[in-house]
């Protein structure tokens, strides 16, 4: 089995900052993905990655950048933090080829003040 | 436009067996059924997926009708730690899967 690590799990921070989130997986999966949840709603694909120094956008990629630095590693960064933003951040991650089930990280939940 | 319907919410008893719907008419030859499951302050949890037929694994059974323009997850001898939010997701995978989830069915487990 493997694990999806998220840092950190609770993130505040101030409107118009720059912030990141970090998820490392040891799964050795190619494909990563991150994917945004506002209260009582489903989820939204921001950026995903098929392989080291791989970047897609996702619906919802304006106003964030990524970055695949290595294969287990998939970062997130908000560009300039707005209030609406607060939500909980998932990451996850799964073999590369489609049709293939997609592991979860436990979310970073963030909150700007 | 939602691309599958469920119902918001179910409840259940210990014990019992669960059907939960989707509905998903419009869905394309090529587009696979997956089902995860959401518990608060965690991330979804893979369930089941399938095609055409029917499939089973040591969570759920996996209903497909045969014009596949709805299917339902069976849940059998449900526990407490089966209460969690069920969405049921469409996608054609190709490069790779991209899912988007909607509000799912919050399923109730009553001791």
């Known amino acids: 089995g493997g694990i999806i690590t998220q840092t950190p799990k609770f993130l505040i921070g101030q409107e118009g900052q720059k912030l990141t989130l970090k998820c490392q997986q040891n799964f050795n999966h190619d494909t990563m993905y991150w994917y945004r949840q506002d209260s009582g709603k489903g989820l939204r694909l921001i950026y995903y990655s098929i392989t080291e120094n791989d970047l897609q956008k996702g619906d919802l990629s304006e106003g964030y950048d990524a970055s695949r630095e290595k294969k287990s590693s998939f970062s997130l960064t908000v560009t300039s933090a707005q209030k609406n933003e607060m939500a909980v951040f998932l990451c996850?991650?799964?073999?590369?080829?489609?049709?293939?089930?997609?592991?979860f990280g436990p979310g970073t939940r963030l909150t700007v003040l | 436009d939602a691309k599958t319907t469920q119902p918001d919410s179910m409840e259940s008893t210990e014990g019992e067996t669960v059907h939960l719907p989707c509905s998903h008419a419009?869905?394309?030859?090529?587009?696979?059924i997956y089902w995860y499951r959401q518990v608060p302050l965690q991330g979804p949890e893979y369930v089941t997926h399938?095609?055409?037929q029917n499939t089973t694994n040591s969570m759920a059974f996996l209903a497909i009708a045969s014009d596949r323009k709805s299917s339902t997850l069976i849940l059998p001898h449900v526990s407490l730690r089966d209460a969690a939010v069920y969405h049921c997701i469409l996608d054609s995978g190709g490069s790779n899967a991209k899912l988007t989830f909607g509000k799912g069915t919050k399923l109730s487990v009553k001791s």
């Open positions: 399938g095609l055409q």
């Open positions: 996850a991650s799964s073999d590369w080829g489609g049709y293939a089930e997609q592991f």
């Open positions: 419009t869905i394309s030859g090529n587009e696979y």
